[in-house]
């Protein structure tokens, strides 16, 4: 497990998010590290989508802090959420591919405008971060033409791209067929040994025990219960927990 | 009595004809980009902004095309400009015009999935980035036939300039109705000429529909 070096690379303080009178978020504090897995389980509703995406600023939060690589989140500020997107990469449960662009042009679209990279320097990395997620001959291709699961792996490199700190995976295997889980998440378990920060909301367990270094389980707008896979799954403290897991079976 | 030919129908009609494009080809464009600036304004604007935008988009959509051609017309004279019925013509148009096209358009970029503007936000795209990269192009597949179908009202809708004493087509078929006398012969001249006048563009849209399907 990687502990928590000297200064988490994500810094969660106190945070509250509203949905008009429903609050949905109820004070949430976590540090992840450098290099840290962290997955976050528990019911819908639990408030964990929304506290994933509260951290690249696609949610507004109402009170409490949050820093990304000691860049604080700044609502308002188009520069600041600029900046800070650009180390934060995600990846949605419905891939959210350009359908109006070829797979290599969605992966070189972001770092040709924001990092104002040259065409040449955008596509050679396009190719080889397609290449990366096992999709070398579909620089061409249309993501209309693409299987779930490749769509999935087109938005990995996508987001790997902008060479971010962290990546954030929203139910990232939900919309997939079964049979086309394991090809998402052998990626991912790639980038998870080359010492990417994951924060990663999932209903698969077994990738969560198997991959993670922590997994925050969360009830009704809180960190309910926070620790490694193993204490997590093998001996859960609060019924809640219990409830959940059980209810998996 | 003097005898009409067809051809002497017909070519007057013609003529008139050349007014009735003229007029449409300015609705066109003045109403595509104050329409294109109403769309920007309320996508872009503040509170007061959208709501101001909003209030126009009601106002044209909620009254006759008829009643702006006379309040543009008589109102500016009654308030001492004189108005040429051209420009009367022209003005009330266009802006009836760009009051539907921000609506049409405004309905094109929400039908974009959400999921598109936060896979662009998570990009860290700016905001006329996501609008010009991303969102933009989809909207405008989604937006030529609406745009279109709504063009072509338009060309017909300019026959209601008739009625402020601008002569376009259908002022002229009625004119020259009143001088031979054969309404049937010439109304359906008219009527073939509108024809010709917004087929070419329906053909167009369906050209450019294809062309879009797949983005370059």
Redesign the interface.
């Known amino acids: 497990m990687a502990a928590e070096s000297a200064a988490p690379i994500v810094d969660i303080r106190a945070l509250r998010k509203r949905f008009g009178a429903n609050e949905v978020l109820k004070g949430i504090d976590l540090g992840v590290g450098r290099g840290e897995v962290v997955a976050i389980i528990g019911r819908s509703g639990s408030g964990k989508s929304t506290l994933l995406r509260c951290i690249n600023g696609l949610e507004e939060f109402q009170d409490g802090a949050l820093q990304v690589d000691g860049r604080p989140l700044r609502h308002g500020d188009a520069r600041a959420m600029r900046e800070l997107r650009q180390h934060v990469g995600m990846i949605f449960q419905g891939f959210n591919l350009f359908p109006h662009l070829s797979v290599g042009r969605n992966v070189m679209l972001a770092p040709g405008l924001v990092k104002k990279r040259g065409v040449a320097d955008c596509e050679a990395q396009a190719r080889a971060l397609l290449a990366r997620v096992g999709l070398a001959e579909k620089f061409d291709a249309w993501p209309d033409q693409l299987s779930g699961g490749q769509q999935q792996r087109v938005a990995i490199a996508r987001a790997l791209a902008m060479q971010p700190s962290v990546m954030l995976c929203d139910e990232i295997t939900s919309a997939l067929d079964p049979e086309l889980v394991g090809e998402v998440l052998r990626v991912v378990e790639s980038l998870a040994e080359e010492g990417m920060t994951l924060l990663m909301v999932t209903h698969e367990m077994n990738f969560a025990r198997k991959v993670s270094d922590r997994v925050v389980f969360m009830h009704a707008g809180r960190i309910h219960e926070m620790g490694p896979p193993a204490r997590l799954f093998g001996e859960p403290r609060t019924p809640e927990l219990r409830q959940f897991l059980a209810s998996l079976h | 009595m003097v005898d009409f030919t067809l051809w002497d129908i017909l070519r007057n009609l013609l003529l008139a004809m050349r007014w009735t494009a003229a007029l449409s080809a300015a609705a066109f464009v003045g109403g595509g980009l104050v329409g294109l600036a109403l769309l920007l304004a309320r996508v872009a604007g503040g509170r007061a902004t959208r709501a101001a935008v909003s209030a126009y988009v009601q106002v044209f959509q909620g009254t006759p095309l008829l009643m702006q051609l006379f309040l543009a017309y008589f109102g500016l004279a009654l308030l001492g400009v004189d108005v040429p019925a051209w420009l009367a013509a022209g003005a009330a148009l266009t802006l009836y015009t760009s009051a539907y096209l921000a609506e049409i358009w405004r309905g094109c970029l929400e039908a974009v999935?959400r999921?598109?503007w936060?896979?662009?936000?998570?990009?860290?795209?700016?905001?006329s980035?996501k609008l010009r990269?991303?969102v933009g192009?989809?909207a405008l597949?989604i937006g030529v036939p609406p745009t279109v179908g709504f063009l072509v009202q338009v060309i017909k809708g300019t026959a209601l300039a008739s009625v402020i004493g601008f002569i376009e087509l259908t002022k002229a078929g009625t004119m020259i109705t009143n001088a031979t006398f054969r309404p049937f012969t010439v109304y359906a001249c008219v009527a073939l000429m509108y024809f010709v006048l917004c087929w070419p563009v329906s053909l167009a849209s369906r050209r450019l529909e294809r062309s879009l399907r797949?983005?370059r």
Do not use: K, M, Y
Request: hydrophobic residues 35%; proline residues 10%; aromatic residues 4%.
């Open positions: 999935p999921g598109q936060e896979a662009a936000d998570s990009l860290a795209l700016s905001f980035e990269h991303v192009p989809q597949r797949r983005g």
